[in-house]
């Protein structure tokens, strides 16, 4: 059984800096498509950013949807088995719950944007940006 935790939202002033964490449990970290998506109110599932790596670092590829790229980065520290979304300069539209998301199987970071690309969710982080 994979579980993802996420942490690190809040309300911050927009031009703000934030980083969200997701640690990974029950599964192998080594090689691993995650995603970040989000949702505002009233409002889908929003591709924000994915990952895509193989182990021992052959393969590693990022993808960020066309709102938050230069804005938002990802990264990962095998270690503790968990994936970061550092996301800066931050705008009142970027307020939303965001929720990290794990595939069953690997695939290229730019292949997996939709939510039904991936099995395995976690419980959401609120970010709120005031403007």
């Known amino acids: 059984q994979v579980q993802l935790v996420e942490s690190g939202g809040g309300l911050v002033q927009a031009g703000s800096s934030l980083r969200l964490s997701c640690a990974a449990s029950?599964?192998?970290?080594?090689?691993?498509?995650m995603a970040w998506f989000r949702q505002a109110p009233g409002k889908e599932h929003e591709f924000v950013a994915s990952?895509?790596?193989?182990?021992?670092?052959?393969?590693?590829?990022?993808y960020f949807a066309d709102s938050v790229k230069g804005r938002f980065t990802i990264s990962r520290d095998n270690a503790k088995k968990t994936v970061y979304l550092q996301m800066n300069t931050l705008k009142p539209e970027d307020t939303a719950v965001y929720y990290c998301?794990?595939?069953?199987?690997?695939?290229?970071?730019?292949?997996?944007?939709?939510?039904?690309?991936?099995?395995?969710w976690g419980q959401g982080t609120q970010v709120t940006v005031s403007s």
């Open positions: 990952s895509s790596w193989s182990a021992g670092n052959t393969y590693y590829d990022t």
């Open positions: 998301a794990a595939r069953g199987s690997w695939l290229r970071a730019n292949l997996a944007l939709r939510p039904n690309d991936y099995d395995y």
């Open positions: 029950g599964r192998t970290f080594s090689s691993a498509t």
